[in-house]
């Protein structure tokens, strides 16, 4: 029989998170919360304060309690209880810890306690057990389990896996109770089935990727933002600059198997055309200068008179080979001219993409 013990203290935390190269926002779970308990039995007057300067992410943080966004860091009018407190600092990476608000009994528990064992797929063989309230005179205690009826044991068996509430009553008459939230328990799951996450693509900003994933079961993605449907295999996205990884798990209920796979997306952003430059030989300004387009593997440049008389044409880009206002050599005078740009995207077979517009020498 697998026991496992409810965490009902600070020490344990949990952390997920959403990018890579993060660290632990909550580096000191017992100091980086300051609680106040409340000061009876099922009264409402605990609170918590999150010592902001003592956290290690990079501010500013968003903070959920129970998944409730926090507008302050700060929570009052409070029962005693398990509060789950979820931090999200500026880089998206997020970290959480359980925060524990006592009452005037300040009933403590003496053990320690960790999530429910794994089981056999989709079994009854669960336990739960909680831990010794103390002190003891604080009883007699009662447990119970997703509001069922009271027990003098706090050893719950023959469970399946899922999410459930445990509730330990002390105090006269067992008029007082804490409750824990979220107690789960847990297939074992072992990698297994078919997924794939789509084909890597590479879009413009501001466009939008369409990821065609293949999964069976409940489909997830990390990170989910920017997409359409975080809970569908094939959904479309619109990241950020930069090259976005996401991985999607397909997780079968039926099998208690979990396969994952990752897709990237690159986001390429707008070239930067100047209007202008000045080729007069002053070491400033003299080329003209395309912003982004290093980041392309292929491109064409054009640049025609008012009259349509081609004066440059270019197959790249490079630095040092950018157009200085010469025809032939020959500097062109001052005045208005009209360029043409198709660029690729880098590892794609797409169209070339058309940017056009003018551009003014002027001496």
């Given amino acids: ?36 308990n409340a000061t009876v039995c099922n009264a409402t007057d605990g609170s918590f304060k999150i010592r902001t300067n003592k956290l290690t992410g990079n501010p500013p943080y968003t903070f959920l309690v129970n998944g409730q966004i926090l507008s302050s860091d700060s929570l009052a ?25 006592m009452d005037a009994s300040n009933i403590t528990f003496i053990n320690q306690t960790v999530s429910p064992a794994p089981i056999i797929c989709n079994s009854t063989n669960g336990s739960i057990i909680a831990a010794n309230p103390n002190p003891a005179s604080a009883g007699p ?4 389990l997703n509001n069922g009826p009271q027990q003098t044991s706090n050893l719950f068996t023959g469970l399946a896996s899922g999410s459930y509430l445990v509730t330990i009553f002390y105090g006269p008459s067992k008029s007082c109770k804490l409750e824990i939230n979220n107690v789960y328990v847990s297939n074992i799951v072992s990698s297994g089935g078919g997924c794939n996450a789509g084909d890597d693509a590479t879009i413009f900003e501001g466009e939008s ?6 999964g069976e079961g409940n489909i997830s993605w990390t990170p989910d933002d920017f997409m359409s449907d975080p809970f569908a295999a094939s959904t479309f996205v619109t990241p950020p600059i930069g090259i976005n990884t996401f991985q999607m798990t397909s997780y079968n209920p039926a099998t208690c198997t979990k396969c994952t796979d990752e897709v990237v997306i690159t986001v390429i952003p707008e070239l930067q055309i100047p209007n202008t430059f000045t080729p007069n030989g002053d070491n400033t300004n003299d080329v003209w200068e395309i912003g982004n387009l290093e980041r392309f593997d292929d491109c064409e440049i054009w640049i025609y008179t008012r009259w349509g008389e081609r004066v440059f044409h270019q197959n790249g880009y490079e630095k040092g080979e950018e157009w200085n206002g010469t025809n032939h050599g020959l500097p062109l005078p ?30």
């Fill in 334 to 363: 001052a005045a208005t001219y009209y360029y043409v740009i198709d660029i690729k995207k880098k590892d794609t077979e797409s169209k070339p993409k058309r940017y056009a517009g003018a551009i003014n020498i002027v001496k």
């Fill in 77 to 101: 009018n409070l029962a005693p209880g398990v509060y789950v407190l979820k931090a999200v600092d500026a880089n998206g990476c997020i970290d959480s810890m359980n925060v524990s608000v």
């Fill in 1 to 36: 029989m697998r026991v496992a013990l409810l965490l009902l203290i600070f020490s344990v935390r949990t952390a997920v998170f959403s990018q890579v190269n993060c660290t632990v926002i909550f580096s000191a779970p017992t100091t980086d919360v300051t609680v106040k």
């Fill in 141 to 144: 205690f009662a447990f119970s």
């Fill in 209 to 214: 990727a369409f990821i065609s994933g293949v």
